[in-house]
């Protein structure tokens, strides 16, 4: 299997190099003209779909690139945009003979915008916010128009600032509350001083976010997300690597960064946690929790937070790492509404926690053994050195030596990764076989199968999946689920990503070039296909078992992206379904009637409802004792929520013998993880509900076995 890979590799590479990149010549000032020629060549060349640069690409681009640019309509007049229109069908033509004209024109803009910005809110925060004042501030952008002139722009940046303002106010007006109920001596400050420290606080915030984040960028940072606004009307996964994002990338895929180990995402305003590395700074300070929305970032040197609310995730991550040893304080909201100051000693995050590990649980006199799986990693300049097959393979063995009578794989949140690691992993659980089917344009399928006899667990066997597990992720499920060789629990569907990307290195496209570095291109050149021949793009894989989840009314998947290529179907590979006595069925059936009468899931359902209304509320309260009593309904209406978290199984989780010898010698508080993880999975209604399934499969395979020796 890894040479079928690596001859697909070659085909692409092979293909890459016989693009012809040298039928124009630019000098040293035509960098980015070079970049928009390089560029386009290859995605016409080596994408799995290319689409025609055309005037629907062009207006398309045009309406992507300036919400880009702009998202929260604060920059540009509604004048602005009637002149950009100019080139809203001419941008093709543009690119065809590498012109940059559209991004020159919207780039002298932005700067003068920007430099108006500065005034703007200045302006605004030199006058007191009037708290009292009953009115309302619409988060949600595309509900509004750009303003039409100055004095509409003023109050835009007016409505902003008082909303990110009202945090401030709030946090002084509860300290000051509570310092007067621990010693009613205290005086309490008047409210005209806590708006106005408020006020400062985020004036002061803005100065550092222009002044040290907006005017560090230079014209190649701008440029980069012109291109990959071009790059990314191809489809979700085709994007352009800067050189300095080149960086991070190989950073990460090192397996080391340094910061807190937190990943965070953008909504609307917010930057909120979406996972904790296991392990790392944040995930061993137990204080910062997934749902977490960071407000403010201080450094250890500084004496002032600094306001995110509004910012662009790359100058809040930048604010937010940093090097090994340093201190950094954030200011977060927590799920239930409450605010506090949190301090993180950043570190060395060391992404080997998320490799394969397992644990072992005992039900009714019977072992069953866990594997957590959070992506299918490997070293690309070392298969055998290290990937995820091989680690599960070797936990398999450590669980099997335990007398293990089940297994549960748990890919929830498992974004994917390799697709030889996948395809190898797969193999695991059959004699022999195709596991994926591979499709370039223009080129016949080709069937990636596992060649090795070898099984190295043939007993029952369950997969849990969500919304998130994606990619290489979604083949494993689907090829165990096309050989009902295993039971798939979990979300409505999967992902829903079926699509495969190479990484282009553009510096090795231009012959004697000295442009400096060109950056990289990562682009979609194949789709993948089940053995059944139907696609998982956008449909994802639909589970034998649903169950409701965090994310089940969220747009997280493929179908929810922008530009997502189509679903489509090939041949099914020749392949033949497990020949096992377990009862898969009788076993399914009796595993939903037991997940429809499960309280703990119709709990969580219900909240997945309510975060999703409150999402859709865009509209928030402006008047402080409006805003007050919304925050006061959420934290009230969230505690009916807190038995999810409460939620306990009689089930205990331990580590095996390999592991508890670790244990002895370890200086990476292996154990404290251990523990943690096991703690938490005996509170997870899922693998509580994926143990009765294997308990249930063991049972038919033991019925069914002695049936079948008795006739």
Request: proline share 2%; net charge negative; charged share 30%.
């Amino acid at each position: 299997m890894k040479r079928n890979y690596k001859v697909l590799l070659l085909m692409v590479l092979l293909a890459f190099a016989s693009c012809s990149f040298t039928t124009k010549t630019f000098d040293d000032s035509d960098k980015d003209k070079l970049l928009i020629h390089i560029i386009k060549n290859v995605l016409e060349q080596l994408h799995f779909d290319p689409i025609a640069m055309d005037d629907e690409f062009s207006e398309a681009l045009f309406s992507g690139y300036i919400e880009t640019v702009d998202p929260l309509k604060r920059y540009f007049y509604e004048s602005d945009i009637k002149d950009f229109e100019n080139y809203k069908f001419t941008i093709d033509d543009q690119l065809k003979v590498s012109d940059i004209t559209f991004f020159n024109v919207t780039h002298e803009r932005m700067l003068k915008r920007i430099q108006e910005a500065k005034s703007l809110y200045k302006e605004v925060l030199a006058q007191p916010f009037d708290y009292s004042k009953d009115e309302v501030f619409d988060t949600n952008s595309e509900n509004t128009a750009y303003a039409k002139n100055r004095k509409e722009l003023k109050e835009r940046w007016r409505q902003q600032l008082k909303f990110s303002t009202l945090t401030n106010y709030d946090d002084i007006f509860t300290q000051e509350r509570q310092a007067k109920e621990k010693d009613p001596s205290y005086v309490m400050k008047t409210e005209e001083a806590i708006e106005k420290e408020a006020r400062e606080a985020t004036l002061k915030s803005l100065d550092i976010y222009f002044n040290d984040n907006i005017d560090d960028l230079k014209r190649d940072d701008y440029f980069a997300v012109y291109v990959n606004a071009i790059v990314e009307e191809f489809d979700p996964h085709t994007y352009y690597l800067a050189p300095r994002s080149k960086e991070v990338f190989d950073q990460r895929m090192s397996g080391k960064l340094e910061g807190i180990g937190a990943g965070l995402q953008k909504r609307m305003d917010y930057i909120k946690v979406t996972y904790l590395v296991s392990g790392g700074p944040a995930w061993r300070g137990k204080e910062l929790e997934m749902g977490d929305v960071i407000l403010k970032v201080k450094q250890e040197d500084e004496d002032v937070a600094v306001s995110i609310v509004g910012m662009r995730i790359d100058d809040a991550i930048k604010l937010i790492k940093g090097p090994k040893g340093t201190k950094v304080t954030l200011t977060i909201k927590k799920v239930d509404g409450s605010i506090k100051d949190i301090t993180i000693t950043r570190d060395i995050v060391e992404l080997g926690e998320t490799y394969a590990k397992s644990s072992l649980v005992e039900k009714n006199n019977k072992k069953f053994g866990v594997i957590n799986l959070p992506s299918f990693y490997l070293d690309f300049n070392d298969y055998k050195k290290l990937n995820a097959a091989t680690d599960v393979k070797e936990e398999i063995e450590r669980l099997k030596a335990e007398g293990m009578q089940g297994l549960v794989l748990d890919l929830r949140n498992n974004g994917g990764g390799s697709l030889p690691a996948v395809v190898d992993m797969a193999g695991l659980f059959i004699e022999e076989g195709p596991i994926v089917q591979v499709r370039s344009t223009a080129k016949p399928k080709e069937v990636l199968k596992d060649k090795d006899k070898s099984i190295t667990w043939d007993g029952p066997l369950v997969i849990l999946v969500n919304e998130i597990s994606a990619s290489a992720s979604e083949i494993m499920a689907a090829a165990m689920q096309d050989y009902k060789r295993a039971i798939i629990i979990g979300s409505k569907q999967t992902y829903g990503k079926g699509t495969v990307q190479n990484v282009v290195n553009l510096n090795n496209v231009v012959r004697n070039s000295s442009s400096g570095d060109l950056g990289s291109l990562a682009l979609t050149t194949q789709k993948y296909y089940r053995i059944n021949g139907g696609s998982v793009q956008l449909e994802g894989v639909k589970s034998d078992v649903t169950v409701p989840g965090r994310f089940s009314f969220i747009d997280v998947g493929e179908k929810d992206k922008q530009n997502p290529l189509p679903w489509d179907e090939i041949d099914a590979a020749n392949y033949t379904v497990w020949d096992g006595y377990f009862d898969y069925d009788e076993t399914i059936k009796r595993s939903n009637e037991r997940m429809r009468n499960n309280e703990q899931l119709k709990l969580i359902e219900e909240n997945a409802k309510w975060v999703k209304s409150k999402i859709d509320d865009t509209v928030v309260p402006l008047k402080y004792e409006a805003y007050k009593s919304a925050n006061d309904l959420n934290e009230m209406e969230s505690k009916r929520f807190d038995a999810i978290s409460n939620y306990k199984t009689n089930l205990t989780f331990t580590s095996h013998a390999f592991e508890r010898n670790l244990f002895e010698s370890d200086t990476t508080d292996l154990r404290e993880k251990r523990e943690r993880w096991h703690q938490s999975l005996s509170k997870d209604v899922y693998i509580e509900e994926a143990l009765n399934v294997l308990e249930d499969l063991k049972m038919s395979y033991t019925i069914k076995k002695v049936a079948t020796v008795k006739d």
